[in-house]
């Protein structure tokens, strides 16, 4: 089964910048487009970022262009996610979730990503990102 695990969060100032990782337990997502999604406290979770499963292709919720990058290292171990120039309203706790299905469909359809939650089936327990003063 795929398991999933992000790590990276924590506290920072506003202004400041973390990275944050998802990687599978016992192996790579190089099958797999990536999505990082976040919930605040009485918010429905949002899309941040999304990758297709070469890196190719990446999307960004509207709330975050410019303000958060997504990459996957080059052996697809790793998905990042970066977040520069927080601020208090990216206080939330962050999922990588796998489009596991997925790994069936088209080269086209794998490569590209989505934000819509109901396309990812496996999600990582989340990390906790808090900014503040």
């Known amino acids: 089964q795929l398991q999933l695990v992000e790590s990276g969060g924590g506290s920072v100032q506003p202004g400041g910048s973390l990275r944050l990782s998802c990687k599978a337990s016992s192996r790579n997502l190089a099958g797999y487009a990536i999505g990082w999604f976040r919930q605040a406290p009485g918010k429905e979770r949002e899309g941040v970022a999304c990758?297709?499963?070469?890196?190719?292709?990446?999307h960004f919720g509207d709330s975050v262009t410019g303000h958060f990058t997504i990459s996957r290292d080059a052996a697809m171990n790793t998905v990042t996610l970066e977040a520069d120039r927080l601020t208090p309203e990216d206080t939330a706790i962050y999922y990588c979730?796998?489009?596991?299905?997925?790994?069936?469909?088209?080269?086209?359809?794998?490569?590209?990503?989505?934000?819509?939650?109901?396309?990812?089936?496996?999600w990582g327990p989340g990390t906790q990102v808090t900014v503040s003063s």
């Open positions: 979730a796998a489009d596991y299905r997925g790994v069936s469909a088209s080269s086209n359809y794998r490569q590209n990503c989505n934000l819509i939650d109901s396309r990812y089936e496996i």
């Open positions: 990758i297709g499963n070469d890196g190719t292709m990446r």
